[in-house]
């Protein structure tokens, strides 16, 4: 693919500064996404998956800082643009599909009335042609468009899930982020939900990023596969290589955590030790205390990228081959 | 609904008959009995002083003492006041409570209205002089002894500046030639006061529900307009100048007690705000690329309003029994003045009837509460 990405993040740095230091919560970030394609950023909490998620939208609380970076948005750079500029790019060009749908759609406010303000916010339309615009939305959702002039608590779990995506489509914008889309759902609805998400997105042609430490959601939907570690990411391929030959140690321990149905009955593979404080991380390779591969050289300088094809991973022992 | 109310009706007369009760046993553990203002005149024989017991009721037992309080309290009859015989209760109350309420009505609203406005404003500009010099000017005047604070008001504007009358309800000079009474001219004052709220509350709510286009040139040209036919109607009244000197002595007392409440009052939003802040939906609504003001007004402050709500009708109940300091102070001839004379003058069937009557207040405004809240938060369905 020549076109230019949708989205390309350059060495993307944020830390939240505290009472007891910097916490370097994205360090370095690179990636970028082409149009229509799905990335999954894969990790466990507290690994930077969704500061990463915050800091494109510019969603960040007053104590974050972006210290260095680019994100490039169709080639545009919106880390210096003002608040006020940066308000036309949100949801119009990057909507979100937040992890908490129970409490991201206000009580006080009839569900349609929520998608009609994110409409007048960025397009020029008469409130006519926004209602007419969510009963398209909710029937692409699968929701029924009498449920527009409902409040959120009407809505069951799964409703209100739908009732999210079909907010973050509102403007039909470049780029969605999924926060953790279902993890609140039941194994059904969220299989469901998945299924949908994965179609629209096809239909519309758009990218997406999907954020979650569900290894088996992330192999579901997306065709690129970032997997982060303390505020970088560590391996980055496609879902396939990613996932038959992981590279990085910290991705095998991961797969290994997870049960498979299909193959051979197994112990699972549990890690030791704990993520790093984020305040003092390691020196060298993040992983490297509780690496099982580790060796002098990780503890004192930083992992190189190893390249096979398309598929990288930053480590000094890659695994595989 | 109509069954919640209905429901709720008949709780606040169980409420309210509860109520009756424990004051008529409280009144009655105290020591003696109403005939005692009579009957300890030495000057008074004892056949006399027989007589008036038997006419007080108080040798009945104490069962049927109180069948008659209830079934007389139930017929509106609240018996006649002894220090201001021989007007009855009703009539002494029907007298005061209206200045009370207007009074303390129109501080409650007033500093309820600006501690939010204000409270809104600090809590999305946190940090800075602004939050720090509002919180501590709110905690003085929360905390501030009031007397003092009262008094130390009345030195400054009607002493030293001499702007304002003194005290009392109206200046008697200017009343001795009137063609009407007082309470008269009072209560058309209250007409007046509700007819224009409610006129320009309609307003506001239309031109916000309907989306009006130049909602703002409206909701003020109306507020002008009404309050111009207002004036004209009372010039041409020629009570004008009446009303303005009851108006002018309720300045410094409203100004007084609107200053002592704001403070909780925006604390409390701001507090609210900073809790209401950190909601995701909050969030979602800046990802929206909402404007700050709208993401402030109509997601933020709108959810925050919840409990301020509720300290607004638990502060109304002071709007009956009427800060008895701040009467006292500003020699203000409401509830609370009354109730403490009646206490002095141990005129007990006023004390009771006083207590009674904040009673049905509060347990209404209770009920109003709760009808508001079914309007604010659409999760609340009875």
Sequence with gaps: MSERPVLAVEDLTMHYSI?????????????????????????????GKSSIAMTLLRLLPDNAQILRGKILLDGVDIVPLSEERMREYRWNRISMIFQAAMNSLNPVYKVGEQIIEALEAHLESAREESIERVRRLYDVVNLDPGLIVRYPHEYSGGMRQRAIIAMALACEPDLIIADEPTTALDVIVQDHILREMRSIQAELDMSMIYISHD??????????????????????????????????????????????????????????????????????????????????????????????????????????? | MARYLIKRTLQILLTLFIFLSIVFFL??????????????????????????????????????????????????????SFSLYPRTVADVIGERLPRTLVLFLTATV???????????????????????????????????????????????????????????????????????????????????????????????????????AGARLI??????????????????????????????????????????????????????????MREDYVTAARAKGLPEKQVRDRHVARNALLPVVTSFVFSLAFAVDGGIIIESVFSWPGMGQTLISAATTEDLPLAVGAFVFVGIFVLVAHLAADVLYVYLDPRIRY
């Excluded at chain 1, 959601?217 to 997306?222: D, G, M």
């Excluded at chain 2, 009345?154 to 009407?180: N, Q, S, Y």
């Excluded at chain 2, 006061?193 to 031109?207: D, Y």
Aim: hydrophobic share 45%.
């Design chain 2, 27 to 80: 009144v009655n553990a105290q020591p003696g009995d109403i005939s005692h203002v009579y009957s300890l005149n030495p000057d008074l024989p004892p056949e006399t002083r027989a007589k008036l017991q038997d006419l007080f009721g108080v040798n009945e037992p104490l069962w049927k003492q109180y069948l008659v309080y209830v079934k007389n309290t139930l017929t509106g009859n609240f018996g006649v």
């Design chain 1, 19 to 47: 009472k007891a230091g910097a916490v370097r919560a994205v360090d370095g970030v690179t990636f970028s996404i082409e149009r229509g394609q799905a990335l999954g950023l894969v990790g466990e909490s507290g690994s």
């Design chain 2, 219 to 276: 909701q003020a040209g109306s507020i002008v307009l009404t309050a111009a036919v207002v004036a004209g109607v009372w010039i041409a009244s020629g009570v004008a100048h009446l009303a303005w000197d009851i108006v002018e002595h309720m300045i410094l007392p409203v100004g007084t007690l609107t200053l002592i409440s704001f403070g909780g009052a925006m604390l409390l939003t701001r507090n609210s705000m900073l809790e209401t």
């Design chain 2, 110 to 212: 007033l500093s309820f209205y600006l501690g939010f406005a204000l409270g809104k404003i600090v809590a999305w500009r946190r940090g800075g002089w602004v939050e720090y010099g509002s919180t501590i000017g709110s905690v003085t005047l929360y905390t501030v002894f009031t007397p003092w604070f009262a008094l130390m008001m009345i030195w400054l504007f009607a002493f030293r500046a001499g702007w304002l009358p003194i005290g009392k309800f109206l200046d008697p000079v200017e009343w001795r030639e009137a063609p009407t009474s007082a309470n008269a001219v009072f209560n058309q004052m209250i007409i007046t006061m509700i007819v224009l709220s409610v006129a320009i509350f309609a307003v506001f709510l239309f031109t916000t529900r309907k989306r009006v």
């Design chain 1, 215 to 321: 290894m088996a959601v992330i192999a579901e939907v997306s065709d690129v596969v970032g997997v982060m570690y303390a505020g970088k990411i560590v391996e980055l391929g496609g879902t396939a290589d990613v996932f038959h030959s992981p590279i990085h140690p910290y991705t095998r321990s991961l797969m290994s955590a997870f049960p498979s149905v299909t193959g051979k009955k197994r112990e699972l593979g549990t890690l030791t030790g704990e993520p790093p404080n984020l305040l003092d991380p390691p020196e060298g390779c993040r992983f490297h205390p509780r690496c099982p591969y580790a060796t002098d050289v990780c503890s004192n300088q930083e992992p190189p990228k190893v390249r096979r094809g398309n598929h990288w991973a930053a480590c000094w022992n890659p695994q595989g081959e």
